[in-house]
């Protein structure tokens, strides 16, 4: 089993005749994920990598039956391109693109309270069902198939963790980067239960950074709601506050909230053991299977 | 990306929010002749963007041109903070019998817009919203409505702004929340706005930072922001040329790499074992050789740093192109400034590692090991 997508899922990639879109729509046909159309406006009749592209996508997804869409959209079109996206018959939008403004953001958050179709990121790398499918630009060749889930707002510290996981001959379910953003789709608490959901997830990672407060909302989760044990890693202990941290959602407020230190105490009080390091996270996941 | 005070005055000014005249300087002859202007007395207001200014001395009030020039010659040249002193904004002294605050930002756990007022404003704002949460109205915006004005007259009230001024501040409210919508703003605030014994508003600070990605529809902030770098120090305007994400710490072991997550998760290790940060660093995806000489130039340019440690885990970035991008940087150097500890890992990382040039680098296969040496290296030159 697995969260998210698996083998089934029917993909369209939105923005496929773009230079990233291309790469990675080849990308994921290589790893096996079924990309069956594109969706870029003017384009429609065209063909990449052998799938057929379309200028919409309400047209792309009823054609080819798709069920989510992966989007490699400009910053400046991105946002629309999402709503585009929630207002079609998908169950998913996975957006890649980095550099979304947040008060865009603000009103696809709004959308998302309106509609069934679910996202995830922007600024993320997407989600992985090693060996079935993936939605994004994750690195295939590092995953492999087994019992942890893992949930994290940043894509090479995911390859990180996964790389200590996998030297301990360790696999996924699923692996899902929800992005680096202030506002995105799927949070952790949303991702956290599913996993919870799937009896195939022995027991999950989760790695967090400093700024805002999802993981302190995953951390009253954890405690109240979830059987399945939880690992996590916090990034950014070492960050000074008021200091954007690469991510546009990784800063410590003035006022202190957002820190490291909060989140790692809250997780900690609720069950969930938080490793010091990358190789730590390996250590304790391995200890619980 | 913050504007300096006096340009964000000059944007809520436009936007038709009441300030005080002022005029900038940046010599103390100026800083007279501004506040001759002006008229007496004034507040002499270093123009650098970070907050607590006056706790840290960088402004004054001043009643006569000796005052001024006194006041001028003392904040000019200042490191304030960590930031240059280069300007100074001369503003006429306003004579208040109440601090308000009013301020629209992001409030990201709700994905909301939320607009703020309260009557303690001034200095102390950010302690009474961490000791007393309640005396700060807040309104959430609906950004697909934008702010009501039954909700900006809520906020006035709930607040307990005096009816006097009331229609006064519920119409700065609305006029700060459009121009935030408008210019893409993240945090425009304004602390305090006064409130006369005339019962006029004036707002006699003003803060209004930008969202960075939203400046591509912002071409005039834009070039405010970059009008306004005259405090930066050179590594940061070395970073803005360069295009990295940059921020400079306090410790001696230069950090490189790839993705915010784990760039951060890289200085926590050198904490970890005992060394110190002395920046962070992300290169971003892709390998080209050019970034690569770009970022070991930033950290060589740090005079704090003693060691390097450069840690890569490619993804669709690939570990053998990495390493000729690291061989021809440093094969520019007749001498390595410091040295450097590189670690790749993910697609190609044993040819990565096998092309590497041990006589320029040293080569560590694990992301702790790479991090552990650097921090000995870093010892090694302060001892």
Redesign the interface.
């Known amino acids: 089993m697995s969260i998210f997508v698996d083998d089934s899922t029917r993909v369209i990639v939105q923005g496929i005749t773009g230079g990233e879109g291309e ?1 990675h729509a080849e ?1 994921m046909l290589e790893y096996g994920t079924d990309v069956v159309g594109g969706a870029v406006p003017g384009r429609g009749g065209q063909q990449v990598h052998g799938v057929p592209v379309y200028d919409t996508v309400q047209r792309a997804a009823e054609e080819e039956d798709a069920d989510a869409s992966v989007i490699f959209v400009p ?2 079109f991105a946002a629309d391109a999402i709503m585009e996206a929630l207002d079609s018959p998908l169950d998913l939008a996975v957006a890649i693109t980095e ?9 696809v ?2 959308r998302l309270s309106e509609v069934d179709t679910e996202l995830i990121g922007p600024n993320c ?1 997407g989600v992985i069902t090693p060996g079935e499918t993936k939605l994004g ?3 295939g ?2 995953f492999s198939s087994g019992d942890v889930g893992l949930v ?9 963790v996964v ?1 200590n996981l996998t030297e301990r001959g360790i696999g996924q379910t699923t692996a899902v980067g929800i992005g ?1 953003d ?2 995105i789709g799927t949070t952790f608490v949303d991702a956290l239960r599913k996993f919870e959901a799937d009896d195939d997830t022995e027991a999950v990672v989760m ?1 967090g ?2 700024g ?3 993981e302190e ?1 995953a951390a009253e989760y954890i405690g109240a709601e979830m059987d399945t044990p939880v690992v996590g ?1 916090i ?6 506050p008021g ?8 800063i410590v407020s ?3 909230t957002g820190t ?1 230190e909060s989140k790692i105490d809250a997780l900690n009080e609720a069950g969930a053991r938080v490793g ?4 730590q996270v390996a250590d304790y996941v391995e200890d619980l299977l | 990306m913050k504007l300096h005070e006096y340009q964000a005055k000059q944007v809520f000014a436009d936007a038709g929010i009441p300030t005080p005249r002022s005029e900038l300087a940046a010599s103390v002859d100026e800083a007279v002749s501004a506040a001759e202007e002006v008229g007496y007395p004034v507040a002499v207001k270093a123009q650098v963007r970070v907050g607590g200014r006056g706790k840290a001395g960088g402004i004054e009030l001043a009643d006569g041109e000796g005052e001024v020039r006194e006041a001028a010659e003392s904040i000019l040249g200042m490191d304030l903070k960590g930031y240059h002193v280069d300007r100074v904004l001369v503003e006429e002294a306003v004579d208040f019998e109440n601090e308000l605050y009013v301020g629209v930002t992001m409030d990201r756990g709700e994905g909301k817009p939320v607009a703020m007022v309260s009557t303690r404003g001034g200095v102390n704002i950010e302690e009474v919203a961490e000791e007393d949460p309640h005396a700060i109205a807040r309104e959430h915006v609906d950004p697909a409505f934008g702010l009501h004005p039954y909700q900006a007259r809520r906020a006035v009230f709930e607040a307990g702004v005096d009816r006097a001024v009331a229609t006064d501040v519920a119409s700065v409210l609305t006029s700060l929340y459009q121009l935030w919508d408008e210019k893409g703003g993240a945090d425009a605030e304004i602390n305090p706005l006064m409130v006369t014994a005339d019962d006029e508003v004036i707002a006699a600070d003003a803060v209004f930072n930008v969202d960075e990605d939203a400046l591509f529809r912002q071409p005039v902030l834009e070039e405010m922001g970059e009008e306004g770098e005259f405090d930066e120090d050179e590594l940061e305007r070395k970073a803005d040329e360069y295009d990295f994400d940059y921020v400079r710490l306090d410790g001696n072991v230069g950090i490189i790499g790839n993705g915010a997550g784990l760039v951060m998760t890289t200085l926590d290790l050198v904490d970890h074992y005992g060394g110190a940060p002395a920046n962070f660093l992300d290169v971003g995806g892709g390998a080209k050789a050019e970034r690569i000489a770009n970022a070991l130039d930033m950290v060589f340019s740090d005079e704090n740093v003693d060691s390097v440690v450069f840690n890569i885990f490619g993804g669709i970035t690939r570990g053998d192109e990495v390493a000729r991008g690291i061989n021809a940087a440093l094969g520019e150097f007749d001498e390595i400034p410091k040295p450097v500890v590189v670690r790749l890992a993910g697609t190609n990382w044993q040819e990565g590692m096998e092309i590497l040039d041990e006589d320029l680098v040293t080569v560590e296969e694990t992301l702790e090991d790479a991090v552990q040496r650097a921090v000995e290296y870093a010892q090694e030159v302060e001892a």
């Open positions: 790469f990308q910053p400046t550099g979304i403004p947040t008060q865009d953001m603000s009103r958050k709004k790398p630009i994750l690195p060749n590092i994290s707002r940043s894509g090479t510290l995911t390859y990180q790389d680096g202030p506002i790695c950074e400093i805002g407060e999802d909302r890693f990034a950014g202990r070492t960050a000074p200091k954007r941290m690469g991510h546009a959602g990784a003035g006022s202190g490291a010091d390091t990358p190789e």
